[in-house]
């Protein structure tokens, strides 16, 4: 799963029992070489439907870690991209590899931004935010966009009960609830708490239009149903 160059396994668990921002700030020279990152796949299927819904203008990469998702930006916006992080670390290597983005060191539950990007994009990191703190964060994006401005990430179609990703996700979780019952600070990152019918009905109640793109380029499942979708939420 890890290059030969990436975290060792003590680092690994070094990391695991720092905070989130400690612990990021110490993988973020290796998180390159993990597959933490999130895959081009990915990102390049999220950039075909963005691109074909823009053009847009600012960009905004909420949590955006070493910047794999500042390329989309990159593609589909017209006017400049921001990066936003809670880890310097992982803003650190992001300057490196995207000399061109504004990178802005903020908690996202706490933006310091206000009606000024036309599209958001996350990748990969809400399972770092507990359920109770999903309406507080969308209502972070909402008030960053401008009238009109669209919020969007994609999800991956929840594993089957029973199957291997369904228990090594739940297994997962099981073992970080018990790490952070024992140690302090908490590390928090939950996979399965993060359901779409949720998730749809808190950016409504933050005011958001949303709708859902099956991200075809990945596939779909044996029943037919999209391997994930992009939720595109429009302000």
């Known amino acids: 799963m890890f290059a030969p160059q990436g975290p060792t396994f003590r680092e690994l668990a070094v990391q695991a029992l720092s905070s989130v921002e400690h612990g990021y700030d110490l993988l973020a020279p ?5 597959p933490f990152r999130t895959p081009k796949a990915f990102l390049d299927s999220v950039a075909s439907v963005l691109a074909g819904l823009g053009p847009f203008s600012r960009g905004l ?5 070493t910047g794999a998702g500042l390329d ?9 991209v921001t990066g936003v992080d809670i880890s310097a670390g992982m803003l650190a290597v992001a300057a490196r590899a995207h000399p061109g983005a504004e990178l802005i060191r903020a908690d996202a539950r706490a933006l310091p931004l206000r009606a ?31 009238p009109g401005g669209t919020f969007a990430f994609p999800v991956v179609a929840p594993a089957r009960p029973g199957s291997l990703g369904h228990l090594t996700l739940l297994g997962f979780d099981t073992a970080m609830r018990v790490r952070n019952a024992l140690w302090h600070p908490p590390f928090v990152m939950y996979y399965r708490g993060f359901a779409l019918a949720d998730v749809t009905r808190e950016l409504g109640a933050a005011g958001f239009r949303v709708d ?5 380029d990945l596939g779909r499942r044996p029943d037919g149903s999209p391997r994930a979708r992009l939720v595109v939420a429009v302000k």
Request: hydrophobic share 45%.
């Open 30 to 34: 290796k998180f390159d070489r993990t």
């Open 61 to 65: 990469d909420l949590c955006c870690g």
């Open 72 to 80: 989309v930006l990159g593609a589909v916006c017209r006017e400049g």
């Open 116 to 146: 000024a990007f036309d599209l958001a994009v996350s990748f990969g990191a809400f399972g770092h935010f507990l359920p109770e703190e999903r309406p507080g964060l969308f209502a972070q994006v909402y008030a960053a966009l401008r």
């Open 212 to 216: 859902l793109y099956a991200l075809e």
